[in-house]
């Protein structure tokens, strides 16, 4: 399975960025998505994740701000991104499981190339 994400970028506090990660390969091992994040010095940490199903899971730092997706049909994961915060400068990445959730680092499988957000004030 390979994922490539895309749509990171620099934007302002309070800002807005939709990423999109495309998966192609072994689709059948696709089940569960998510997106990571990581700074510097800092540990991997889980943003959202979304079931095949749509079932969703929100960090408590994103939520009401940040909204997980998948479109089933293309493959495609996403990741829509308001009001953004200097805390969310990261590089953020794609990851998916053929387990029904994702939960923690060790039900990931598979793992994007990442991109970096950054977040001015």
């Known amino acids: 399975v390979q994922l490539v994400e895309s749509g990171g970028g620099l934007v302002q506090t309070g800002g807005s960025l939709r990423l999109s990660c495309t998966a192609s390969?072994?689709?059948?091992?696709?089940?569960?998505m998510a997106w990571y994040r990581q700074s510097p010095g800092k540990e991997r940490e889980l943003v959202a994740a979304i079931s095949l199903g749509h079932a969703t899971y929100y960090a408590d730092s994103v939520q009401g701000r940040f909204t997980v997706s998948r479109d089933n049909a293309k493959n495609t994961l996403y990741l829509q991104m308001n009001n953004l915060q200097t805390e969310d400068t990261a590089m953020y990445y794609c990851a998916a499981s053929p387990r029904s959730h994702i939960t923690a680092l060790q039900a990931v499988e598979y793992w994007g190339q990442g991109t970096q957000v950054t977040v001015s004030s």
């Open positions: 390969g072994s689709i059948s091992r696709v089940n569960a």
